[in-house]
């Protein structure tokens, strides 16, 4: 019978296993500045996929008790958006809010070429 070296059967039975490792990339929040690019990037990624470019992007954050907040500013199609974020403080990523305070990006409404929004009409299912 063959034996592992000591070391070797040490980091085998030590290593995480691999479903322990899925959720190692998520970002846990435990400041309110680090809620920041989280915020950011969110707000660019909904307008990006509707093949618009946002830019100009400020924000101010701060904490309530154990609650992280952010106060965002994004310029698009012309207009100043404002962009709210909040999530409990120790929350991962997927527990934390965005609304984006502006009617482009409702699910019934898809940008014209003029920077205007037109309403999705969706049919009926079929009987």
Do not use: K
Request: glycine content about 6%; aromatic content about 6%; hydrophobic content about 40%.
């Amino acid at each position: 019978m063959r034996r592992l070296p000591i070391p070797a059967l040490l980091a085998a039975l030590l290593l995480p296993a691999p479903a322990a490792l899925a959720h190692d990339d998520e970002r846990v929040f435990h400041q309110a500045s680090e809620l920041v690019p989280w915020c950011r990037q969110e707000a660019e990624a909904r307008y990006i996929g509707l093949g618009m470019t946002p830019y100009q992007w400020a924000a101010s954050y701060r904490d309530r008790g154990n609650v992280l907040y952010v106060e965002g500013r994004l310029r698009v199609h012309s207009d100043d958006v404002t962009v709210s974020c909040r999530v409990a403080r120790g929350a991962r990523e997927r527990y934390a809010v965005i609304e984006i305070d502006d009617p482009t990006l409702q699910a019934d409404a898809v940008p014209d070429h003029d920077g205007g929004v037109q309403p999705v009409h969706v049919a009926p299912p079929a009987r």
